[in-house]
């Protein structure tokens, strides 16, 4: 069985590999990898018997099996992504409507006293892990899923509602490392 790590799929790409009967889907918990499952499915192939010139009697010819290759599948669109190092580095790239004053708190809900009014840019520059490693990523998840430059595998709209359900259950890191994993797709000719 060949394991192969699933970023992102449309409804539609995973329902179609599914039903091709391709794809393991792991419970939640059991694993964070889906698995697929390619295998050599032998189809029978008629033949006919053949008389021999020699011989008055037919000789029956052993079917053969033919594996029958998978459907391809093309990449799931959205396999971008820049780092908040960029982002910090580079202001004169980012997409409107945030700005480096953009305030955490004019855009993510329910953040603890203290981090409502840090803005965009001194998000990117928190050091740490927990909820600032969520609101560093965050902010970069947000920025590169707004601009133009970037296909991100995420909309803005979902990663303001993942970020912001994050914090509030208190359980960062999930939404940080998917955030992270996005964030370090790179973009080509933009933040390579």
């Known amino acids: ?37 390619a295998t050599a499915t032998p189809t029978a192939t008629p033949t006919s018997p053949t008389a021999s010139p020699t011989s008055p009697t037919a000789t029956p ?18 396999q971008e992504g820049c780092t908040p190092g960029y ?14 004053g953009t305030t955490l708190g004019s855009v993510f809900t329910g953040l603890p006293s203290g981090y409502a009014s840090l803005t965009f840019q001194q998000a990117l520059n928190l050091g740490g ?3 600032n490693a969520l609101l560093r990523h965050a902010v970069s998840a947000l920025l590169n899923a707004s601009s133009p ?16 359900a994050a914090i509030a259950s208190g359980n960062y890191e999930a939404t940080k490392d998917l955030f992270d994993q996005y964030n370090n797709l790179g973009a080509p000719g933009f933040c390579d």
Not at 10 to 33: E, F, K, M, R
Not at 87 to 100: D, G, I, R
Not at 151 to 161: F, G
């Open 1 to 37: 069985m060949s394991r192969i790590r699933i970023v992102s799929l449309s409804v539609s790409a995973v329902a179609a590999v599914a039903a091709a009967g391709l794809l393991v889907i792991t419970p939640a918990g059991a694993s964070d990898v889906a698995t697929a499952e």
């Open 61 to 78: 010819t052993t079917p053969t099996a033919t594996p029958t290759t998978p459907p391809a599948t093309t990449p799931p669109p959205g």
């Open 149 to 164: 430059e970037v296909d991100y595998p995420l909309s803005a709209a979902e990663v303001i509602s993942l970020t912001n």
């Open 87 to 100: 982002w910090k580095n580079h202001l004169q790239s980012w997409p409107a409507p945030y700005t480096p």
């Open 129 to 131: 892990g927990g909820l």
